[in-house]
């Protein structure tokens, strides 16, 4: 009962005293985009993991959030918090109409219609030239400040980047130990029995999709503030595809696994620049060897492999 | 109490029901039964709002209920058990009770996911119940395991349990003693009067004819989709039709 503060606890200690040991890298700078993959892969855990509900368009989502508040800040000078709040809201709210819909797709139905959503969100960037900047992107995004305070470099960027996800994380593992993440679960499992508990199932999924695609937004703004140019490039397709991989490879129903997923995966390309031309291949044998032999997850994953290597104490006694 | 009137479904060319009519007295543990194929899951089936019926009215309490999905007669103190066991396999037995307690708890997305103290007071009231009804059917040493490692009676039984939690005022078992051996069957029985004791009605489709004849108060028979005859299980026992349809069946 007791774990999981102790486990929030340790989280928050390394999370902010990470900086100590890495500002000044190049590792700083990746691990603010470690944050905010973390927030998309939650987000889409609480989907994915926890209804059982595919979406291959939350790149579209997190570009969405990324363009609103990147056009809305530099054109047209509107206050950054506030767009961001805007931008999460409207994000979800076109999630909520469009789940209605949508959602009521199963399977392979529900993969290829959140995939054209997000492709159609793709196009819009691509070809709205005068609102996007189109293909070459949107530049002159400025940084969030806080009175004085600007977040202009890593470690700002780290401690404003992950400020964000450490709440987010401590709020949906609120969610996931209470009914709605136990009726949530319960529609992964059987949804007509879940019905029959008086699970109102199609509304539920919905909303699950509306907060997911919030997150994610809120990670699109930050991403755009951070990075202070925002192109279509980052929210294409493949990325959506890279999301659903950290969610599988970190654990399934799992908040602590999307960590993990999105650690390994953003990390994992950076460390293997060193193969340079062989990096796609080492990684793609990473993801097979994980997924072969961590069907769990690295979230269930490695606490096994520890289990293994470790000597048993008890043996002796 | 609950009133079924005219009640025909059909599927492509093939007429599962064909115009049931019959009432289920308040109270009452009442059993339907009939050979493979009589339609008797299927009445469960639009019953409990997961089919809508090709024609006919269902009413309960005089309140026309036909069209309601399973989670608006949830609310109604409807609920069911099914046939081929339908678990929340990844949860623990406990979780899988505390999901049968969703229409009795309130909070939403919002407090639970920010833990408010309403929450938290919430979330221990529906695990002390979950506890409460996992001792009533007599799993509750196996509050912790996770369900779909749980050996088949005893899934049946959680699913009973998950049920009751939602304090039902009626609830509808598939087949609840299949693949339950002697001993199972015959705590079964003790757990279905138990049930009624605590005022709830019961209706169970079933095969086990000696559990039926034994605690059912009355019979619905179904064959081929069409009622073949209803009464006290003395009746039943007795009805020319029903003998001939059973012995006919070999
Ligand atoms: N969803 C369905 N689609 C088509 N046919 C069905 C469906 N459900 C049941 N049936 C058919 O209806 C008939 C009655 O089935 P069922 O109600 O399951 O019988 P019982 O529970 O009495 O054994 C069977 O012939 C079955 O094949
Ligand atoms: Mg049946």
């Known amino acids: ?317 | 109490m609950l009133a079924i009137r005219g009640i025909t479904q059909v599927f492509g060319g093939l007429t599962a029901l064909d115009d049931v009519t019959f009432t289920i007295n308040r109270n009452d543990i009442t059993g339907v039964i009939g050979p493979n194929g009589a339609g008797k899951t299927t009445l469960f089936n639009i019953i409990s709002g997961i089919y809508t019926p090709t024609a006919g009215t269902i009413s309960l309490d005089d309140r026309n209920i036909t069209r309601l999905p399973p989670e608006k007669l949830a609310t109604r103190g409807m609920v069911r058990t099914f046939q081929n066991i339908e678990l929340f396999g990844q949860m623990t037995v406990l979780e899988n009770v505390m999901v049968g307690l969703h229409t009795k708890s309130r909070c939403g997305i919002v407090s639970c996911a920010f833990k408010f103290p309403w929450q938290i007071s919430e979330e221990r009231r529906i695990r002390d119940s979950a506890q409460v009804w996992l001792q009533f059917c007599g799993i509750e040493e196996l509050a912790g395991t996770t369900a779909a490692n749980l050996p088949f009676g005893k899934g049946r039984l959680l699913e009973i349990a998950r049920a009751l939690a939602q304090e039902p005022q009626i609830i509808f078992m598939d087949e609840p003693a299949a693949g339950l051996n002697g001993r199972e069957t015959l705590e079964l029985a003790l757990l279905i009067r138990k049930i009624r004791d605590r005022g709830i009605t019961v209706v169970l489709v079933e095969h086990d004819m000696e559990l039926v004849m034994d605690v059912c108060d009355r019979i619905l028979v179904l064959n081929l989709g069409r009622k073949l005859a209803e009464g006290t299980p003395r009746e039943i026992q007795e009805n020319p039709a029903v003998i001939a349809a059973y012995l006919g069946e070999g």
């Open chain 1, 1 to 317: 009962m007791k774990r999981e503060p102790v486990k929030y606890a340790l989280l928050v200690a390394v999370a902010l005293l990470a900086p100590l040991y890495f500002s000044g890298g190049y590792l700083m700078n990746v691990l603010v985009f470690v944050g905010i993959n973390t927030l998309l892969v939650v987000a889409l855990n609480l989907l994915l993991g926890f209804a059982g509900q595919i979406s291959l368009g939350h790149a579209g989502f997190f570009g969405l959030g990324a363009y609103i508040s990147a056009i809305l800040t530099a054109t047209h000078q509107v206050n950054p918090w506030l767009v961001m709040l805007i931008a999460a809201l409207a994000v979800s709210a076109l999630a909520f109409l469009i789940g209605f819909p949508v959602l009521k797709l199963k399977g392979h139905y529900l993969a290829m219609a959140t995939l054209g959503l997000g492709i159609i969100i793709y196009i819009f960037f691509n070809e709205a030239v005068d609102i996007t900047g189109g293909p070459s992107g949107f530049s002159g995004v400025p940084n969030l400040s806080i009175g004085a305070l600007v977040f202009d470099d890593d470690v700002k960027n780290y401690y404003l980047v992950w400020s964000f996800t450490l709440v987010v994380i401590l709020l949906a593992v609120n969610l996931s130990r209470s009914r709605i993440g136990r009726a949530l679960r319960a529609i992964h499992d059987s949804e007509v029995a879940a019905r029959v508990m008086g699970v109102n199932v199609r509304l539920l999924k919905v909303q699950i999709f509306a907060l997911s695609a919030f997150i994610s937004a809120l990670a699109g703004s930050l991403y755009a503030h951070v990075m202070t140019f925002v192109a279509p490039a980052s929210f294409g397709f493949h990325f959506s595809v890279e999301l659903v991989t950290m969610v599988i490879i970190g654990g399934l129903g799992s908040v602590y696994g999307s960590l993990l997923g999105a650690a390994l995966l953003t990390l994992l390309p950076e460390m293997l620049r060193a193969f340079q031309d062989y990096d796609i291949i080492i990684y793609g044998l990473i993801l097979i060897l994980a997924t072969m032999f961590m069907p769990g997850g690295l979230v269930r994953g490695i606490p096994a492999v520890l289990a293994a290597i470790l000597p048993k104490k008890q043996e002796r006694g």
